[in-house]
Structures are given as structure tokens and as C-alpha cells.
């Protein structure tokens, strides 16, 4: 079984979406990776998803990636003595180390890190960007405030600090603790929550080694600022656009997913875009018309993959969601534009052997009419740089490498299988045409393009192109 599109589609499983029925459901229609978010649910609870996203994956013969999101450092305010309050535009109100209830002048912000970044002038964020405050007076255990923009207060309201890199590591102790939980259950991607800075990147590779790809969530401006060197420490990126569009002015938002997108598509890194994208299906069976220009809009950008959210985790309409989104896709890559504006943003190859081969495999492609292209990978690698041009022809990843062939899943056009090591290149072109026509890629008298290495069976050595017809 195979998808007729290339870019993917990434669902959260939750509430609504946990029985191996349900996920049988959505990967029938269309989800080709399951994310497991760790800020909600129990280890038991992420244990039995993931056994029945394998289930399914041996039912059906298709590799399947699984995304562990961490949950990050979620910086918060303390509690109130008596209940909401409200803040009124223009009055003081402080924030302190103190622990005691707070009231309509004070609350408690339990996180001495925000307190050494700030300065006066700095803006702090309330309740998703709901209430904004600005830094008068502040030291290492405080901050006096004015309200800027007033509302309701309550308990362990979210905090943000744009325009501030604040000295906090992305991995809490919880972080840690369900890292190497997700890591035992065999995660294929770990998802690393408010990343900041490219060294964020190391830290979680230290811990993560090869037993998964490591995927960077962009959600703080100040990460944009760095964005070139974090795409390159990491194997992909999450726009994450819900507290990206907190700590930016909403009309950056768009400007900003396109030059991550572009950033991504250079370096040759798998990157979703993700939050509120059918947000509608939560409790319609239908989204609205600007959801499915969003989604839209992201393809045409080039996105590798587009999420679900709430809307397969916990909404009324799992199933139709995903549906709906796999005929976006495919409707979008039917558009004579798309292929123009693909090509229209084709990035230079690198002066690698790789790139070459992979450019060349593109340009063949294309010449001799090729039904797919086909790469030997054992780590990946060579797969993705062939997935970075785009071509015409789908991509079939031919590799002996469990954990490869799932976490391939997320790049775009790739159809990934578990096939046996070439020892020579006609036993390596014999397999290529075989798995083809066994996955139903081509008829007899087709001509295929191949890239792979010599010699056969090693990492990193793509090398080799071959055009052979079945």
C-alpha cells in the first residue's frame, strides 16, 4: 500500500484517537506518522498507542514513524488566594520568588531564570499573549510591571518573555525521564520543545545518540535568530506556529514559516508545519475554507509534512480530519503550479558526491520519464539529500534498516521498504526493479533511475547512478 502524494501527514493520537481501531482508521486514511505527546497522557497511555501503531504497521507491511513531543519548560504563574482576577490596563502588578496566594497587585513566577534575563522596557506575555505586561523596575527576585493590555488572571497561567533567550535548558527533569521512556519504547523522532539556541540541539543529541532523529520546535523568535546553524544540528524542524504567533506580531507568522521552510528545503531537513490547521474539525466535520488554503499554502511553501493537533487527538472528528487533509494534498500536488513552484524554489546542491549523484538522479528522472526513483540507504541520509530536489517521480527507499525505513516516513515523496543488502550492482539494480514492480511503481518496460554506493551495504558512500528499465 502506498499514498499517491508526497508531502505527509502527521497525526496526534489522544483521547479520541487511542484504540488500535481508531489508529488503524487514521492511517488507513492517510496519517503516516503518529505523534505521541508527552505533555498530556501517561507512560502506560503512550506504551499501548504505540503498540498499536506496530500492530498496524505489521498488518499493513508500511513502516510508520513515531514523534515523541517532549514537553519543554512551561514557565507559569503561581495561584491566586481568592480566585480569577483582573487586571485593569495601566496599574502596577508585581511578579516574585514569593509562594504566597496572589491578588490584583502581585502573583508569584516561580522561575528565577525569567527574573535574571529581564530588563526594563522587556514585554512579559500572560495567558497566551491574552495580557500584556511591561517591565518598569526588576531584580533578581522580582519584576515591577504596568499592565499594558488588561483581562483576567488566573491559576498557572502560561508565561512568555519575547525578544529574551532565557538561560534555561529545553529538557526538565521531566523531559529527561520521559525522553528515555520514548527512547526505550523505540521513538523514531523526539520532538525538543522550546528550543532556543543550536547548542539546545547538542544537548538533546548527547542524550538521544543514534537511537532516534532529533526535531527541532520552533516557537521562540529568538530561535529564528539563529535559525541557519539550529536547521543544521538537527535532522528536522517544527514550525510551531501557537506560541510562535504569541511571541510575534500574527502577521510575521506566515513570513516567518516560509523562511524556515526555505531554510529547511536548502539544507536538505524534513520540516512540519504544525498547530491549528483544521482547527475547525475539532467539532465540525467540515474545516473552514481559509483552513484548507492554509494547509494548502504550506505545501505549495514546501513543506515535508502538516500536523494534526487537537483535531485527531481530542476532537469529535479524527478520522474525517486526516481524510480531509489527504485530499488537500493530493489536490494541491495535482496543480500543474505546484510542480512550478517546486521547481522555482530548487535549492543549489552542495559540492558533495551525494548531492551530485542525487541532482543528477532528479535531472534523469525527469529525461527518461522515470516511473520512480530509487535510493539504497542504510542511515537515511542519501534518501533525504534525493528528497531535497524534489523530482517528478516518487521516491522508493529501498533499505535493511528498521528505524530507517520509520523514521523516512515523515520526508517527503519517499516510500520506504525493507529490502536485502546489493553485494553487486546487477543484484542491486535486480532488487531495485523487483521491489518496484512489487510495490506497484511500474509496469514491465518502464525505465527506473537508481542511486546508491559502492561499496554496497557501507553508510555515506552514494557514489553511483544507474537508468534501467524493468
Known amino acids: 500500500m502506498r499514498r499517491n502524494r508526497h508531502a505527509k501527514i502527521v497525526a496526534t493520537l489522544g483521547p479520541a484517537s487511542s484504540t488500535p481501531e481508531r489508529i488503524r482508521e487514521l492511517f488507513l486514511a492517510g496519517a503516516d506518522v503518529f505523534r505521541l505527546n508527552f505533555s498530556h497522557g501517561s507512560h502506560a497511555d503512550h506504551r499501548v498507542r504505540l503498540e498499536a501503531i506496530r500492530a498496524v504497521e505489521r498488518e499493513t507491511g508500511r513502516p510508520i514513524a513515531v514523534l515523541v513531543d517532549l514537553q519543554g519548560p512551561k514557565l507559569r504563574v503561581g495561584t491566586f488566594g481568592s480566585g480569577p482576577v483582573e487586571l485593569a490596563p495601566s496599574a502596577p502588578f508585581r511578579l516574585d520568588l514569593d509562594t504566597a496566594p496572589g491578588d490584583a497587585r502581585r502573583v508569584g513566577l516561580p522561575h528565577r531564570e525569567i527574573f535574571a534575563a529581564l530588563t526594563p522596557g522587556a514585554t512579559l506575555l500572560v495567558n497566551d499573549g491574552k495580557i500584556r505586561l511591561e517591565v518598569k523596575r526588576c531584580g533578581e527576585d522580582f519584576a515591577e510591571t504596568t499592565v499594558q493590555v488588561g483581562g483576567e488572571i488566573s491559576d498557572r497561567k502560561g508565561v512568555n518573555v519575547p525578544g529574551v533567550v532565557l538561560p534555561l535548558s529545553p529538557l526538565t527533569e521531566k523531559d529527561r525521564a520521559d525522553l528515555a521512556y520514548g527512547l526505550e519504547l523505540g521513538a523514531d523522532w523526539v520532538a525538543l520543545s522550546f528550543v532556543q539556541r543550536p547548542e539546545d540541539i547538542d544537548e538533546a543529541r548527547a542524550l538521544v545518540g543514534t537511537r ?259
Request: charged share 20%; with cysteine.
Open 212 to 470: 532516534a532523529f532529533v526535531m527541532a520546535k520552533l516557537e521562540k523568535p529568538a530561535a529564528i535568530d539563529r535559525l541557519d546553524e539550529i536547521v543544521r544540528r538537527c535532522d528536522g524542524i517544527m514550525v510551531a506556529r501557537g506560541d510562535l504567533g504569541v511571541e510575534m506580531p500574527a502577521e510575521k507568522v506566515p513570513i516567518v514559516q516560509r523562511q524556515i521552510l526555505r531554510a529547511c528545503r536548502r539544507e536538505g531537513k524534513p520540516a512540519i508545519v504544525a498547530t491549528q490547521m483544521l482547527e475547525s474539525m475539532i467539532e465540525s466535520p467540515v474545516p473552514t475554507r481559509a483552513e484548507a488554503s492554509d494547509v494548502a499554502t504550506a505545501v505549495y511553501a514546501g513543506a515535508d509534512a502538516v500536523m494534526l493537533s487537537a483535531e485527531s487527538a481530542s476532537g469529535q472528528y479524527p478520522v474525517e480530519a486526516v481524510t480531509m487533509m489527504d485530499r488537500i494534498l493530493g489536490e494541491v500536488e495535482r496543480d500543474p503550479f505546484y510542480r512550478t513552484a517546486t521547481d522555482a524554489n530548487h535549492p543549489e546542491p552542495t559540492p558533495s558526491v551525494a548531492d551530485a549523484v542525487c541532482s543528477a538522479l532528479q535531472h534523469a528522472a525527469q529525461i527518461v520519464r522515470a516511473k520512480v526513483a530509487i535510493t539504497y540507504t542504510m542511515s537515511g541520509s542519501s534518501t533525504i539529500r534525493a528528497a531535497r530536489e524534489r523530482p517528478d517521480a516518487p521516491i522508493l527507499s529501498l533499505t535493511p534498516n528498521q528505524a530507517t525505513a520509520r523514521r523516512l516516513a515523515l520526508v517527503w515523496g519517499v516510500h520506504s521498504v525493507l529490502a536485502e543488502n546489493a553485494v553487486d550492482l546487477n543484484t542491486m539494480t535486480d532488487i531495485a526493479c523487483k521491489q518496484a514492480l512489487a510495490q506497484g511503481f511500474v509496469q514491465p518496460g518502464d525505465s527506473v533511475v537508481i542511486a546508491a554506493g559502492a561499496p554496497f551495504g557501507q553508510s555515506g558512500t552514494t557514489n553511483l547512478l544507474r537508468v534501467a528499465t524493468v
